[in-house]
Every structure is written in structure tokens, then in C-alpha cells.
């Protein structure tokens, strides 16, 4: 029998708790939601052992032929909560990147100062900034009233209630993510590879194209990771800003426990989510390891 | 103790606050010593109990009580259910105490048989499950109707002219709320709000999707909206007269002419209760017409008391919207628990949700 040297029994003691604590409150509920998603619906919740196939069926339109028909409903949802995920990440990933050019050329005093700013939001609770959102989008609001006074515009602009009011407060909310980990790499850059291929003869697109842009990928990875996963699973901005008409991938999993009493399509539905999510990160991760040089 | 009294009696304010601190501990002392038998747990909708009814029962029988809240049946059932105990006495909605009572989760109380009970109106003892209020005794009950804002709807009566007034310019909104949305679609229709009939629904879910491109929200933070005049008028419960009462220039509620959906709750023991013969007194202190319409006054929804009706101030006992002819009684629905059906109802809201 092998004996474990003293470096790996410490090793086992440093890693248990980690290990446990991820075992039991992440892996756990992760394998009830698996179990579950493949069971039948209990009439008042929870769930009957029974095996159940349409759970899965049910997402890609095959219906169980009582209740439901043939219906691309929900593939519909999916597809909308990526897109408006995908319009939050690329929007933010817009607003930062300039950003986080501008602030690190700053003195140490102003890069200090702004990214203070830009982790304030953080101090208070996200459903009263959002309320905040409300008073100056809604039609008597801040926002048409300012446009209104400069005589830009003579009818209130309706932004609220709509899927645009649920794009700008995804990126209010998301912000910070997307510039924290964009900035990280933007600082790094070093200004001498720039000006090299500037006296190389690059013209500026190209030097953004084959220097700039590579430099700061990682950046931009993690950034548009941090933003898009957690936006595709966000329900309170639609609900709140978008008057709930704006169904995401979310709201119909809160729907599931709360209204339907379905438990288990609630547990296929995050599964799909959580598996899509993996499928992303790994993504990610490839591309990292691919970019980082061999150490 | 003593010591540090002596050390602080240079000032008399001082003294005397050091007393006091000294006093409430001893109270406090007394108050955990006879805990077991003296407390009351309640488990109710959040806002749902006028504050000063529970510290009344507290003054008058030295049973001191928690309140708990949650803000929808399922929530609730689903506390119980994963095992939540402590608590005596639940505010369920009728159907949800159809549902509770088929689980075996609620004591029978003989509540009917208390002094008092012949107040309540037999009306309001619509739970299937307890034709006789052998269990649970009917607590507070409202209709679910239509708020606008009168500055820019001068009037409005019926649901037609409510789901008209975007095509003047003016916007509307419903409750986030499948159960409600889905009964105006099947009220429109002539239908019941409990059918589980698919062509019902299938006739409800056109009547929604024709309306979705005029509705502006589905939403609950209707009143300020409306106050506001950002929407013209909204759906949404009796209890707005709170806000109607407090702005009536700008403000009104009506219950639409078509009829509309009515909720109501009624105030159950659980089996479960550690506190039974407490949450009986509590039920007993409650059908005391004068504290009912206490409770009445300050949620400004409907009573279902008789007694207490007659205790309320003139502009709440005589307002149509609030206190119902028998002929707009007849016209409200309460729902009932669907089973299996629900599932057409959540295929509804799913399609009527996702619709542009």
C-alpha cells in the first residue's frame, strides 16, 4: 500500500474545507435540479418519482399532447434572452473600452477616483437603483423632461416599459463588470509595443487590429463572460423596466416555481442554462490558455 | 446593578433612565419565564393586518405575538411544505385553503361555534373545503378592479372602455399576475374564471393577444404610475382606495361593470400550530365586530363581518366599489385551485407574455 507523504496529507487538510463547502452547497443542489428535471410535477409542487421525458421535450416544442401543443415557445424565449445578452454585452463592452483606455492614461489620483466611482453602485441595493431608472425614463421622468426643456423633442420619448429601457439598465447594472476586468488588461499594455509598430509604418487601424486588440483580449473575454452570463439569467431589470412584457429565460424559470408549480420544467430550464453557461466558459478558457504564452 | 444606579444618581434624567433600563429587564426576565404558553406566531401577507389590531390582542391578554410574511400562497405552501414550523395561524386564499386542507395541513377549530361567528356573512364562506367554517374563519376579502387617474379619464366603468383608451393616446396596465390576466381574458368572454376548458382558454388567450400591443406594463407598481399620470389607468386590487382616499381629486377605483376576479382570505390554524389554544383566542379577539372594522379602516378593503360593516365611517360603508351592491357581488369570481389545468393556464401566459 502506498503511504501519502506529509506535503500531500497537508495538501488534503488545506483543500477539505473548500472541497466540502463547494460539495455540499453547490454540487448538491446542482444534482437535486439534475434528478428533478427529469421527473413529473407534483399537483402542489415538488415532485412525483416518476420518470418523465417531456420536461426536455417541452423546450425544443414537442408537447405532451393534453395540455400543451406543438409550440417553439420556448426556444423563442432562449433565443430572445441571448440576444438581448448579447446587445448588453457588446454595448457595455463599448462604453468601457474607450473607458478604460481614457482612465488608465490618468494620474494615479484620478485612476484611484474613478475606480472608486465605478464600484459605487455596488453600496446600495440594485432594486432601488433600478427605481431610480424608473423616475428618469418613465414619460413624465427626468429623462424626457431635460430632452423637453432643450426643445429636442415635443412627445414623450416612451422609453419606458420597453425592450430598450431593459438594454440600458442591463448595462447600468453590468457595467462594473465589464470594465474592472477590461481595465486590468488595458493597463498592462506596453506603450513601447505601440509607438514599435507605429514606427514599423502600421496605420492605426491595423496597429489596433494586430497589437492593441490581442493585448487586450483577455480582457475582453472575462469582461463579456461577467456581463453575458449573468444577464441571460437576470428577471428583475425585465420585470422592472420592462414591464414584464419582455419575457427572459429568467422570468419563466421564476414563473415555473412560483405560478405554474412545475418544479421540475423550472429545473430543465436552469439545467439549459447552466449547461450553455459551461459551454461558454470552457470556451473562454480555451481561448485563454491558447493566447497566454508557454511559461 | 445597584452600583452602577448609585454611580449615575448625580442626574436626575440619568437615574431615572437607569431605572427604566432596570425595570424593562426585570420585564423582560418575566416575559421569557412564561413564553411558552404566551406567544402567538403569525404567518400573513406582507401589509395584510392593521399593526394596531396585534398589539390590542397583546394589550388585552398579555400574549405576545410575531408576524411572519410572504408575499404569495405559494410561497407560503412552499415554507410549510420544506418542513417551516413555529408558525399558529396562516392567512391562506380560499383556494390555496382548498389545497391545504386536501394536504392535511390545517386543525379543525369549531370557530363556528364561537360568540360572534353569526356576523359572518355566509356569503364569504365560499371555501369548498369548509362549507361551515368548522376550520378556518373568513378574514378580509376585495375586488379586483380598474384604478385611473381622473385628470386624464374624467370616467370609466367597464373593461371595454378600459382596453379603448390606448387607441385615444392613453396607456394602460395589468397585474404581473397569470391568474388575474388570464380571468379578464375569460371574463370578456362570458367564461369562468376557473375553467379549464381548453377552447375557454384558447378564447381568453385571442382576447390578450389582441390587447398585448396596447397594454403598457404588466406590473404592480401601478399607483404612483397612475398618480403620475404616466399611465392613465391600471389594473389593479380594492386596496387602492388607501391611495384613491388620500388624492381623490386625481384618483379613483372602479369595479368594471363586466364583472371582475374578487380575492379573499380566511385565518387558519395549522395542525402544525405550537400555540393552538392562543390562535384561538386571537380568531375569537378577531370576530369582535369593533376590531374587525379596525382592521377594515386601515386596509380599506371588504369586511366580511356584518357587524363591522355597520362600524364603518359612512364613505366606506356606502361606496359601491368598496361595499358592493348584491348585484356587483354577483358579477365578482373567486378562484378556485385548477389541479392539473393550471398547465393551460401557464401556456397562456407563456404565449401571452412572449407576444409583441
Redesign the interface.
Known sequence: MKSFSRQQKQLVLLLAPATLFLGIFFIGPLLIMAVYSFLEPG????VEWNFYHWNYGRVLGWADGF??EF?L??L??LA?SAGLALATTLLTLLVCYPAAFWISRMSTRGKALCLFLITLPFFSSMIIRLYAW?LIL????FANQILDALGLISEPLGL??SSTAVVIGMIYIFVPFMFLPLYSSVEKIDGKLIQASQDLGAAPLTTFRKVILPLTLPGVIAGSVLVFIPSLGNFVVP??L????V?MIG??VE??F?????WPFGATLSMLMIVSMLVIVSFYLFKVMKNQPQS | MKGLISAVTSSKRLSKTAALACLGLSGLALSSTTLAEQTLNLYNWGDYINPEVIERFTAETGIKVTLDTYSSNEEMLAKLQAGATGYDIIFPSVHMQDVMTSLNMLEKTNINKAPGFENILKDHLIAESDPKGEYCLPYAWGSVGIVYNKKLVPELNSWQEFFALPSQGKKITLLDDMREDIGIGLIMNGKNVNSTDSQDLKAAQQFLLDQKPNISALTYDTIPMVQSGDIAAGHYYVGAMMYVNEDPDTLAYVIPKEGATMYQEDMCVLKSAPNKSNARKFMEFFLQPEISAMNTIQQTNGSVNKAAISLLPAAMRDNPNMNPPVETMEKLQVFKDLGKGIKLYDRVWTKFRTAS
Not at chain 1, 399537483?43 to 415538488?46: E, N, T
Request: proline letters at 0%; a neutral charge; zero cysteines.
Open positions: 399537483l402542489y409542487g415538488g395540455y400543451e409550440d415557445v420556448y423563442e424565449i430572445r424608473i418613465r414619460d413624465s421622468g419606458m416599459y420585470s422592472m420592462g414591464g414584464a412584457k419575457v422570468n419563466l414563473q415555473q412560483l405560478y405554474a408549480r412545475n
